[in-house]
């Protein structure tokens, strides 16, 4: 518990970073259940409609990756020296739970998570992260249900109260490429609106993944 109330005062003094970086949606690929792989979303030419969907990158706010399927997100990892080194990562939203069964399985978790507030709802995300590829076996790559993510309501709300979901397993990893992690990130969402979850990059870039 101690460990998150950190990683969210760490986020806090993070938000002039945040503010003062971009938000675009980051180049990702993405793979269905069926094991069927997307292509990855380039500038269109052609017809019209074709010109249309370029403007809605996968990932995006607009055009979320879908439920249960896998987002490959190209990335980067630093070394002190400020090095860049390019990775890829797999993100898969497996199962989500919401309302009073998710406010359940997170008291399980910890007794001491408290209800939603008036107006809200909790969603429990189950979740998957897979470090695939990187130019160096020498950097680890770290990701944080906090410090990453949001849950985003389909009004655009994003929760900005004082309630955070303790889960079990956490999604909190630290790990070494070809290594994969897979935990619970919870959230609160307008009661009763369609959710997604954004992952976002601390020096600037987005994914939205849908939760339904």
């Known amino acids: 518990m101690r460990k998150r109330i950190n990683l969210f005062i760490v986020g806090i003094l993070s938000i002039a970073i945040l503010g003062a970086c971009?938000?675009?949606t980051k180049d990702i690929t993405v793979k269905k259940e069926d094991n069927q792989q997307e292509t990855k979303q380039t500038e269109e030419k052609g017809t019209?409609?074709?010109k249309e969907e370029a403007k809605s990158?996968?990932?995006?706010?607009?055009n979320p990756v879908p439920f249960q399927s896998t987002a490959t997100v190209d990335d980067e990892i630093y070394n002190d020296n400020g090095d860049a080194f390019p990775i890829k990562f797999d993100l898969t939203v497996v199962e989500v739970v919401r309302g009073e069964a998710a406010y359940q399985q997170l008291r399980s978790m910890n007794e001491f998570n408290e209800p939603a507030p008036e107006g809200y709802e909790w969603v429990l995300a189950k979740t998957k992260v897979?470090?695939?590829?990187?130019?160096?076996?020498?950097?680890a790559f770290h990701i944080d249900g906090i410090m990453n993510f949001d849950m985003v309501s389909e009004s655009g709300?994003?929760?900005?109260?004082?309630?955070?979901?303790?889960?079990?397993?956490?999604?909190?990893?630290?790990?070494?490429?070809?290594?994969?992690?897979?935990?619970?990130?919870?959230?609160?969402?307008?009661?009763?609106?369609k959710a997604q979850l954004r992952y976002k990059e601390v020096l600037g870039g987005q994914v939205f993944l849908n939760l339904q």
Not at 130 to 139: A, G, H, Q, R, Y
Not at 181 to 191: A, P
Request: aromatic share 10%.
């Open 130 to 139: 897979k470090f695939v590829e990187s130019e160096t076996e020498d950097l």
């Open 157 to 193: 709300d994003i929760y900005s109260g004082d309630i955070v979901g303790s889960t079990e397993p956490d999604f909190s990893f630290e790990m070494y490429v070809g290594n994969e992690k897979e935990g619970y990130i919870s959230g609160l969402v307008k009661t009763g609106e």
């Open 22 to 24: 971009g938000q675009d």
């Open 57 to 62: 990158k996968i990932g995006s706010r607009s």
């Open 48 to 50: 019209s409609e074709k």
